[in-house]
Every structure is written in C-alpha cells, then in structure tokens.
C-alpha cells in the first residue's frame, strides 16, 4: 500500500483500468475527503454529500477495468461529483415540484372526488341502517325533506 502513495494520478487511473483494487483504496485516502467538501458546498447537506461520495467510489470499484480516464484523474473524479450533485438536486427539485403540486390541488380544492366517495359511501351505510328499522320505527328518517 504504501508504494502506492507515491504514484502519480495518471499512473493510479492506469492501476484501476488494469483490475487493481489497492489503486482504489489509494484514489479513497487520498480523494474522499477533498470530494466529500466539494459535494457539500453544492449541496448544504453532510449526508446527501457523503452518500454521493460513497456512490462513486462504488462505482469505480464496481467498473474496475472497464473505467476509461481521459481526463486527469482529480478532473474525473470531481466531475463525477459535480454530475452526481446535479441529478440528486434534479430529483429534489422534482419532488418538491410534486408536493407542491399535490398541495396546490389540496389548497384550491380539487380533491372532490375522494370527498364525493366518502359521502357516496356514508349516504349508503345511512341508508342501509334506515332500511334496517323496523317499519313503525324509522318515521322521521323517512320523510319526505324539504
């Protein structure tokens, strides 16, 4: 491991295209934090910033020998984060989109038809429990209104 240390970037990239898990490890020691500070500057959030640290490094250990770094290897890894940050701000700009949607609607009052169901479903039981009564004991609920 410590041989690794005094590698280049561009010589641990070639480590990690050739199948070498210590590379991965070194590319962790020497990256995670500096990544982790990066992702939380986007987004104000230490644990969303260290799950999508942590998600890279998985996926560098997952694609070990199919990864192709063209770039440096702190331009590539930074990138990924920047990239990961967008798509997770993207998806919470969805969902706030959705809430505030489903709000709107609660808001101005567009729900009836959950509403209409209840009351279909109450003037039935109603009904049923009436038709229930003995004949001579269900006189006021079945009189004519109005």
């Not at 990544?35 to 996926?59: G, P, S, T, W």
């Not at 009351?119 to 109603?126: D, L, S, T, Y």
């Not at 009436?130 to 079945?142: K, L, Q, R, T």
Request: aromatic share 8%; charged share 30%.
């Amino acid at each position: 491991m410590g041989a690794l240390r005094s590698l280049s970037d561009s010589e641990l990239a070639g480590r990690l295209a050739a199948v070498d898990t210590a590379a991965v490890e070194e590319v962790y020691l020497r990256y995670w934090g500096l990544l982790y500070q990066h992702a939380r500057k986007m987004l104000r959030d230490d644990a969303q910033a260290e799950d999508i640290v942590q998600d890279i490094f998985v996926y560098l250990m997952n694609n070990l020998g199919r990864l192709s770094i063209s770039t440096s290897l702190s331009s590539y890894l930074y990138r990924a984060v920047r990239n990961r940050v967008i798509d997770c701000l993207d998806k919470d700009s969805n969902r706030q989109r959705y809430v505030n949607s489903i709000k709107a609607i609660y808001e101005r009052g567009e729900y009836v038809t959950d509403e209409t169901i209840r009351e279909n479903e109450m003037k039935k039981r109603i009904e049923d429990a009436v038709e229930a009564f003995p004949p001579n004991e269900g006189g006021i609920f079945n009189e004519p209104v109005g």
